[in-house]
């Protein structure tokens, strides 16, 4: 498995500022980050009495399409998200696994009411994609609010992070616990 | 930091792994069940800092659960998990005991909430438990008091041994004070931040002695209705001190030589195997090499716990400690009972200095506080005294000169309120000599 990761925007979607995403991921994980376009059916994760799509069914689809060189996929969709028991999620991840989904559909500001805002949708962008990744590397979340690994329930919370990883977050991805020495 | 630990228990096998990846994202240990029955076995996994329990499954519901964990563990910690229509048994679960319910599907940040807010009442509930267990501790221990040399050299051997990790059995009559050796030995070691549980092996009946050291799970013999945890697993972090050491039965001594080189033990009625970092201080009144020598004590359990011996000094070997423990005890009593402290006339300080106390500090303290109580106006007479000491005080019988010198001194200067010029004229020596002798003795003069 090599340290690339694979930005892949489903179906149609496939914003302006999908450079961008790639370039400010590629900074905050120190990685090679490539984007790509990935068809898939996602009327097979729809639940029409909740108008939502399956995270996990979706999720799993994502590591079936996984590049034999890419080291972690990231599906970005604008379809809404949800795992069984809760309302919606912004994304998930398999926590120390090599794939995740996101949605922007709640990320987007007009959602809420307010006028549209691409640069804000950017930024909440590079943030979940940045915070998935994250757990893909073995992280949790962090206590730190300002930590991109917080974590975020309410899209103001994904405002008030910055999309870089803290110290600490930083230090575990260096030296992951199970690599630790204990020193007496 | 230890991660928390949760069980998801939910039919759904969809709910079960959907929150399970939720939970170890936020950094928990996760363990789910797929119903009550499910569940109730993997409690003995070890406990659980959170319970999420959805109201309806197959052969065991949550209400039932509910049930159950209450009579095991009252103190556990549940939110139940509901469909919007079950909100009446979600009330119902309420009224048992749990903590709050959040109805499906449930919106991320309010389960986030209901979880952090659980877990800081769990917290704040421990806490509770603890601080209010450090408050009885420090409001019922004493300062051990006594400037003789005997004393000087105890507390010398408590610095020295308090800041390593060597059991200490603490030797000494009857009322010498041992506990407030043990709870000065545990005050000075870096275990003080957690609790120091104390059992008097000598008050409690064999057969429960036991459970009271290991614990018990539910059931394990009639009348045991709950989980109870043991002595030893509460001195978890902190210090065990084992009260009349002497006393233990034969058969426990096998089971606590075991634990003390293991650490490992298993409540009564149990399987789960329970890890106690805790640190051993023993005392007895008894002569343990020769409880040895007659087979009534194990010479291995004898050299496990003996690794360090303190001594105490009985109160007819340092009477010149005296008038400092009389003036802390009148101190004490009329705090207590809300008087002004009252001053020992020279004769009641002669006797108390003259009697042989088989009852040690103890019975000095019995004794102030008695004449407290019956005493009339501000000073303490011979009369107020119990009638053994009155009549038992044996006039300089087996005393040193120095002795009854210093005891003497210190009557005086108690009488004339420490005014050493004063002091110095009843004496009928001058003041130079009279420092001379008070520094000589170590009389606290103020």
Known sequence: MTDEILLAFLNDFRPSWSEDLRRRVGAATDRFVRVDSLRVDLQRFHAPEREQYHATLLLAEMLRHRPAGAGHIVGITEVDLFIPVLTFVFGQAQLGGPGAVVSVMRLHADYYGLPANESLLLDRAVKEVVHELGHGFGLVHCPDYSCVMSSSTYVEDVDLKAERYCPDCLDLLANPPESRVNVV | MKKPRIMIVDDEQSVRSSLREWFLEDGFEVETAEDGLDALKKLDTGPFDLMIVDLKMPRMDGITLLRRLREVDPGGTVIILTAFAAVDTAVEALKLGAFDYVTKPVDPDELSHTVRRALEQKRLTEENVRLR??????????????????????????????????SVVIRGESGTGKELIARAIHAGSPRRFFPIVAVNCGAIPETLLESELFGHEKGAYTGA????????????????????IGEIPAKMQVDLLRVLESHRFTRLGGTQEIVSDFRLVCATNRNLEALVQEESFREDLYYRINVFSIDLPPLRERLEDIPLLTEHFVDKYARSMGKPPKQMTVEAGELLQSYDWPGNVRELENAIERAMVVGQGNRIRPEDLPLRVEQDAVR???????????????????????????????????????????????????
Do not use: W
């Open chain 2, 133 to 166: 267990e450090k408050v009885s501790e420090l409001s019922s221990s004493s300062p051990i008091i006594g400037g003789s040399p005997a004393m000087g050299h105890v507390m010398d051997l408590v610095c020295t041994v308090a800041e390593t990790e060597a």
């Open chain 2, 225 to 244: 209705h709950y989980r109870r945890k043991g002595k030893i697993e509460l001195a978890n972090g902190g210090t065990l001190f084992l009260d009349e």
């Open chain 2, 396 to 446: 300089p019988r087996n005393r040193s000169l120095d002795a009854l010198e210093s005891g003497h001194i210190s009557c005086v200067l108690r009488e004339e309120s420490g005014n050493v010029s004063q002091a110095a004229r009843v004496l009928g020596i001058d003041r130079g000599t009279l420092y001379n002798k008070i520094k000589k003795y170590g009389i606290k003069s103020g």
